[in-house]
C-alpha cells in the first residue's frame, strides 16, 4: 500500500510569488490533514478535510492560504502571495476514520527568499 | 494556550532502556500519541493512549497518567536505527481530530 504522497518535496520561491503543495492521501482514506512546521518550532495543525469537505480549517494561518479537496482524493495547499514567515516543512496525513491513527508524508519544505 | 513539553534531547548506549517524558497543559485532552521522525522523513504513528496505564508494542511502550497530566514513551533494547526525534502530540477534545504537538525530543543512541 502506498503511503501518503507530497509533492514537491522542496520548493524555493520569491517572495510575493505563489506556491501551491499537493498531497496525495492513502487510498480510501477519507480524512486528510494539513499540517506544518515553522524552524525551531512544534508541528502546529492548519485544517482538516472529510472526502471534500473542510471540517475544521481553524488553524489556517490568514487568506493567503487556500486548502482544497476537489472530488474527495487529492488535495492541494496554496499560499497566494507568499511571505517570509511562510517558509517551512508542510506535512500532509490522511487517516481511514477520525479514530485512527494519522499517516503522515514526507512534508514539503518551503523556501521563501 | 496549549503546551506540551518534552525534553529536547536525550542520548542513550544501544541496548539500553531509554524514557521520554512528555507533560502537557492542554484546555482539554481526549488522547495521547507519539510519534517517531528520522531526518528528513515523515512522522511514523508509534501509539495512542486515551485511557490511564501502560500500552505496549514491541520493544516500545507507552504509559499515560491524564490525572498528572504526564506521559511517556519507553523504548527498550535501544538500538542505533531508533536514534531519532520524538514527538508527543495530544488530541484535544472529541468533536476535534487535529494534533497538537510538542517540539520533539531528538534522541541519540550511541555505541
Known amino acids: 500500500e502506498a503511503g501518503v504522497t507530497q509533492f514537491p518535496s522542496h520548493s524555493v520561491i520569491e517572495k510575493g510569488q505563489t506556491v501551491t503543495l499537493r498531497c496525495d492521501p492513502i487510498?480510501?482514506?477519507?480524512?486528510l490533514y494539513w499540517y506544518r512546521r515553522v524552524m525551531g518550532k512544534e508541528i502546529k495543525f492548519l485544517l482538516h478535510?472529510?472526502?471534500?469537505?473542510?471540517?475544521?480549517e481553524s488553524g489556517m494561518p490568514n487568506n493567503r492560504f487556500l486548502a482544497e479537496r476537489t472530488g474527495g482524493t487529492y488535495s492541494t495547499l496554496k499560499v497566494q502571495p507568499a511571505e517570509l514567515e511562510d517558509s517551512g516543512v508542510y506535512f500532509c496525513?490522511?487517516?481511514?476514520?477520525?479514530?485512527?491513527?494519522?499517516?503522515f508524508g514526507d512534508g514539503t519544505r518551503l523556501s521563501i527568499l | 494556550g496549549q503546551s506540551l513539553e518534552q525534553p529536547s534531547e536525550v542520548t542513550a548506549v544501544e541496548g539500553a532502556i531509554v524514557q521520554i517524558n512528555c507533560t502537557y497543559q492542554?484546555?482539554?485532552?481526549?488522547?495521547l500519541s507519539w510519534y517517531q521522525q528520522h531526518d528528513g522523513g515523515a512522522p511514523t504513528f508509534l501509539s495512542y493512549?486515551?485511557?490511564?496505564g501502560l500500552e505496549e508494542t514491541g520493544r516500545f511502550s507507552s504509559f499515560l497518567s491524564r490525572s498528572d497530566s504526564y506521559g511517556y514513551l519507553l523504548l527498550q533494547e535501544l538500538q542505533m536505527k531508533d536514534s531519532a526525534s520524538y514527538f508527543c502530540?495530544?488530541?484535544?477534545?472529541?468533536?476535534?481530530?487535529?494534533?497538537?504537538f510538542g517540539k520533539g525530543t531528538k534522541l541519540s543512541v550511541i555505541p
Open positions: 493512549n486515551a485511557l490511564d
Open positions: 492542554t484546555s482539554g485532552f481526549y488522547g
Open positions: 502530540a495530544v488530541r484535544l477534545r472529541a468533536g476535534s481530530y487535529q494534533l497538537t
Open positions: 487510498s480510501g482514506h477519507d480524512n
Open positions: 478535510f472529510v472526502k471534500e469537505s473542510k471540517q475544521d
Open positions: 496525513a490522511s487517516s481511514q476514520t477520525v479514530q485512527e491513527p494519522q499517516h
